[in-house]
């Protein structure tokens, strides 16, 4: 009964997974070698941005807490050891991976002969970031559910979707260990009740000009769509899901 349980216990936790796209694996990469090796953050770079330093560290704090959270097993060395350790060749690396995806055999000899105190490292990169936006209206309802005529709302929304891709290394055979792309959203919301007016409020509003009041945007402003790095944490949560579990 227990090995049934805990085979429906692995089916429901691989079904709740976030989803990777072109997810590759390399046999070597175990949840044990992990563990033993430790993995350190390279760092986080923008294919449709050019960020700051501040920032991209920033973006290294967060994929390393994310992986922290998920995956408490593991040692993971912030991105500042990796950039003190790679000195004056660390923005060259970050730049190949912001302008290819991926690092080249120079790169990645150089990251082999100076970082030393893990076996895998992992960079990340922002693939996309849009915001999109709609307003729909919808009947107000009784206690029991049922729609109440005349009051009418409308809901303004602002979503945000990230794309993300993460590149694991081996640096003990120099190859990629792990690799993928995910793309999570988050989205806030603002209700409003609906203005009614009477046909001559209307006929007024018309000839002294007034359309301004008239405006959706006016009446029924959109929200602040979520902050992007609230949405890229989500989006390293759903890397760190799918790393090996133990047997």
Known sequence: MRSLWLCFLGLWLAACATKVAGLKQSPSFTFDNIARGKISVGGVASAISSESEGHRASLGGILRTALLEERKEFTVIPVGTVASKM??????????????????????????????????????????????KDRHETASSDKYGRPVEGTERVIANAQRSVTASLIVYDLTNGEMAWSGTVTKSLSGSKQYDKEREIGLVSVIKAIKGDTAAQSPDQKYPFPEAPDSKKVLAKVFEGFAENFPEKD
């Open 87 to 132: 000195g004056a060749d660390y923005p060259k690396v970050l730049r190949e991976l912001q302008e290819v995806g991926s690092l080249s055999d120079t790169s990645l000899g150089l990251l082999r002969n100076r970082i030393r105190d893990s076996r895998y490292i992992a960079f990340a990169r922002v693939e996309n970031d849009e915001v999109s």
